[in-house]
C-alpha cells in the first residue's frame, strides 16, 4: 500500500470514527429525551389521576342509542347539524337581502345642516341643535337616527327590516354647530353607523350626500321590510317542522366515530348559527307585527335545538360549548328586544322565564376545557414527530397538563361563580409560555385554547341569561301592578322562584326603581367592582347593564 493510500484511508477512518460518535451522541440525546418526557408525563398523569381526572377516552363517549329514539337518525339532522363547514341547509338560511342584483337604491336617514353657533337654528321646526365640540353630540345623533328608523328587527349579520315602509320613514333633522366646517371623512367618522355589517363592508357604510350650501343627506342602503323577511323565511316551515318533531325523540347521538378524539363528529356551526339568527330574526318580527306567541314558538325551537345538538351529545367538546354560549346570548338579547317594545304579555313571559331558568353554561364549558386537556393523551401517538424527539411531545403535554388544575379553580359551575384573578392569573401563565417558548413548551403555546376568552364570553352571557330572567319576572310584575317593585325581593315567589345572583363575586345583582317609572339593572363585571351601573367600552370594564345594547 503506497502512502497516499495510506493517508486517504486514515482520514477516511477518522471520518468514519467521528460520525459514528456523532450518531452515538444524537442518539444518545434521543433517548435521554424520550425517557426524560415519558417519565414527566407520567408522573403528572400519575398526581391528575389522583385529584379525579380520568385520561381515558372510552369513559366519555355515551352509548349508542336505538336509531328511531335518536334525535340524529332522522337523516335531515344528521346532514345538517353535524360536520364542518357550509351545509345545503345553511347556505338556503343565508339571507340574500344585500346579494340581490341592482340593489343600490339609498334610504334618507338624516337632514344634516352645518352652521356657526351663532347662526342659531335653522327656521324649519323639529331640528336638534347639537354642537360639534359635545361629547354627547355623536350619542344623541346616533339616538336620533336610531328613532327615526325604529323600530327595527335586526339580523345578527347586519341587516335591518323596518316595520314601516321606507317611504313613510322620516329622516332625522339635525343642525350640527361647528367653527369650521368638517371634511366629508370628519362627518363619517361622527356620525352613526345604520348597518354594522362586517360580512358586507361596501354596503354598510353611510353615505353623506351634498344637498346645497351647508346642507347634506345622510343615507344608507335601502332596508328590507318586517314583511318582506317573514315572506322570505317563511320557506323554511317544512325544515322548521321536521326540526321540531326530530327533537321529540329522547336521545341524542351525532353518527361517527368516536375512537379516536379527533376523528369525532362535531356539531355544525355553520347551520346552527345561521338557524339561530334566522330564527331570532323571526321573533322580532313577529314581536314588531304583535304577534308575542309566534315570537315564542320561534324563541322555543332555538331553545330546543340547543338541547341535542350542543349539550347532551357526548363527550363534551369546547366547540360546542362556546357555540351554546353564543346561542343563549342571542336568545337572551331577542328577549330583551321584546321588553324593550313592551310586547311580551304574561303567557309569554312565564314561558320564557321557564326556558330561562334551565340554562346554565358554566358546567358545560369546564366539561368542553376537559375534554381538551384529556384529548391529549393520545396526541403523543398522533403528532408527526419527524426530527422531534417524543419526549418533547410529551414534555408539551406535561406544560399543558399542568395548567389543568386553574382551569377547573377558575370557575365554580356549582354555585354558577366565576373567578376573574384566577383567570387572569391563568392567561398571564399562557402569555409568558408564549413569550418564552421552549422544546418543551413551543406545542403548548400554540395548542392551549384561548380559555380568558371563553370563560369572559360565557360568565357576560349568563349575567345576560341571568337578567332577562329577572327582567321577564319584573315585566310581569309589572303588568300586574301597573308599576314595577321597589326591590327585587318583591318578585319572590309569584313571579320568579328566586333571584340569580352575580356570576362575578356572588352577590345580588343591582337594582333600583326610577321615578320615571322604569328601572336599572346591573351586575358587576370582569373587574369586580360596582361602578353604579356604568358600562365600560370593553368586556372587561365598567357593569354589566341590562339590557346589553339600546
Not at 317544512?238 to 321540531?244: C, G, S, V
Not at 360549548?321 to 312565564?350: F, H, S, Y
Not at 321577564?472 to 310584575?477: K, P, S, T
Request: aromatic share 10%; charged share 20%.
Amino acid at each position: 500500500m503506497n502512502p497516499p493510500q495510506t493517508k486517504r484511508w486514515r482520514v477516511a477512518r477518522r471520518c468514519l470514527v467521528g460520525l459514528a460518535v456523532i450518531f452515538t451522541l444524537i442518539g444518545l440525546f434521543y433517548t435521554e429525551e424520550n425517557w426524560r418526557g415519558k417519565r414527566a408525563w407520567d408522573h403528572c398523569k400519575r398526581e391528575l389521576e389522583a385529584q379525579g381526572v380520568d385520561f381515558k377516552w372510552a369513559d366519555y363517549i355515551s352509548a349508542p342509542v336505538p336509531a328511531d329514539e335518536n334525535v340524529f337518525g332522522v337523516p335531515e339532522m344528521q346532514k345538517w347539524f353535524t360536520g364542518r363547514g357550509a351545509t345545503e341547509f345553511s347556505k338556503k338560511l343565508a339571507y340574500p337581502g344585500y346579494d340581490r342584483e341592482g340593489r343600490t337604491a339609498r334610504l334618507t336617514v338624516a337632514d344634516l345642516t352645518i352652521g356657526l353657533p351663532e347662526a342659531g337654528a335653522p327656521s324649519y321646526s323639529g331640528a336638534a341643535v347639537l354642537h360639534w365640540g359635545d361629547p354627547q353630540a355623536q350619542a344623541e345623533t346616533d339616538r336620533l337616527i336610531q328613532n327615526a328608523l325604529s323600530p327595527v328587527a335586526m339580523h345578527p349579520a347586519g341587516f335591518k327590516f323596518t316595520l314601516r315602509a321606507p317611504e313613510k320613514i322620516r329622516p332625522a333633522q339635525i343642525f350640527l354647530q361647528c367653527q369650521t366646517t368638517p371634511t366629508p371623512q370628519e362627518l363619517l367618522e361622527f356620525l352613526f353607523k345604520p348597518v354594522a355589517n362586517t360580512e358586507y363592508a361596501d354596503n354598510e357604510k353611510i353615505h353623506v350626500e351634498p344637498a346645497g350650501d351647508g346642507f347634506y343627506k345622510v343615507t344608507m342602503l335601502m332596508p328590507d321590510t318586517v314583511e318582506e323577511f317573514l315572506k322570505w323565511s317563511g320557506q323554511f316551515e317544512p325544515e322548521f317542522a321536521l326540526i321540531r318533531k326530530a327533537l321529540q325523540r329522547p336521545y341524542a347521538r351525532m353518527d361517527g366515530n368516536y375512537s379516536e378524539p379527533f376523528e369525532m363528529p362535531l356539531p355544525n356551526f355553520v347551520t346552527v348559527r345561521a338557524t339561530a339568527q334566522t330564527l331570532a330574526t323571526m321573533a322580532q318580527c313577529h314581536i314588531l307585527q304583535g304577534k308575542p306567541e309566534d315570537a315564542l314558538h320561534d324563541l322555543t325551537l332555538m331553545h330546543d335545538l340547543c338541547r341535542p345538538i350542543l349539550e347532551e351529545n357526548k363527550p363534551m367538546t369546547l366547540v360546542s360549548a362556546m357555540i351554546n354560549v353564543g346561542v343563549r346570548g342571542l336568545c337572551a338579547k331577542t328577549i330583551a328586544d321584546g321588553l324593550r317594545w313592551q310586547a311580551w304579555r304574561e303567557p309569554q313571559l312565564a314561558a320564557l322565564e321557564e326556558q330561562l331558568q334551565q340554562i346554565n353554561l358554566l358546567p358545560l364549558v369546564k366539561q368542553g376545557f376537559e375534554m381538551e386537556w384529556v384529548s391529549w393523551t393520545d396526541r403523543a401517538n398522533l403528532f408527526p414527530v419527524g426530527l422531534i424527539p417524543r419526549g418533547w411531545i410529551y414534555q408539551n403535554m406535561v406544560a399543558i397538563a399542568n395548567r389543568f388544575p386553574n382551569t377547573v379553580a377558575s370557575m365554580d359551575p356549582a354555585s354558577q361563580i366565576v373567578f376573574p384573578d384566577k383567570v387572569d392569573a391563568f392567561n398571564e401563565e399562557v402569555l409568558a409560555i408564549s413569550s418564552h417558548s421552549s422544546p418543551y413548551t413551543f406545542i403548548a403555546a400554540m395548542a392551549i385554547p384561548n380559555f380568558s376568552r371563553g370563560i369572559q364570553n360565557t360568565a357576560r352571557n349568563q349575567t345576560t341569561v341571568n337578567q332577562a330572567l329577572i327582567a321577564c319576572a319584573l315585566e310581569r310584575y309589572h303588568l300586574a301592578h301597573g308599576d314595577y317593585p321597589e326591590n327585587l325581593d318583591a318578585l319572590v315567589p309569584q313571579f320568579i322562584a328566586a333571584i340569580p345572583h352575580d356570576v362575578i363575586g356572588g352577590k345580588p345583582p343591582h337594582y333600583r326603581r326610577a321615578a320615571d317609572g322604569t328601572f336599572t339593572l346591573y351586575s358587576v363585571g370582569w373587574s369586580g367592582q360596582d361602578n353604579g351601573g356604568t358600562p365600560g367600552k370593553t368586556m372587561t370594564e365598567g357593569d354589566w347593564v341590562w339590557p346589553v345594547f339600546p
